[in-house]
Nanobody, 125 residues
């Protein structure tokens, strides 16, 4: 059974940092792009960041560019999201996602076949 398990969320103040982790089990994703999405209350799920299978190409939403960094450790089957200079508008449930095929990075959620259960990030002003 394939599972993606996020951790690292929490309640922080504006300007603080958090590091989210997503540990995969059940299969390796070392040949697959992975990504992070987020969903605020009452809003649709939105793309945050994606990383290629080898950690090379990455891509970010404009709203997080320069503040968030996505990375991965294929030996640990884990992807990370370092979030700095957090803002109240970053408050959301953050989801990890993985592609099942060897396609490249993409911002489209429909291209990710595996999803975690989400971790809450709350940023107070």
């Amino acid at each position: 059974q394939v599972q993606l398990v996020e951790s690292g969320g929490g309640l922080v103040q504006a300007g603080d940092s958090l590091r989210l982790s997503c540990a995969a089990s059940g299969r390796t994703f070392s040949d697959n792009a992975m990504g992070w999405f987020r969903q605020a209350p009452g809003k649709e799920r939105k793309f945050v960041a994606t990383i290629s299978w080898n950690g090379g190409p990455t891509y970010y939403a404009d709203s997080v560019k320069g503040r968030f960094t996505i990375s991965r450790d294929n030996a640990k089957n884990t992807v990370y999201l370092q979030m700095n200079s957090l803002k109240p508008e970053d408050t959301a449930v953050y989801y990890c996602a993985a592609r099942s095929t060897s396609g490249g990075i993409t911002t489209m959620p429909d291209f990710y076949e595996y999803w975690g259960q989400g971790t809450q990030v709350t940023v107070s002003s």
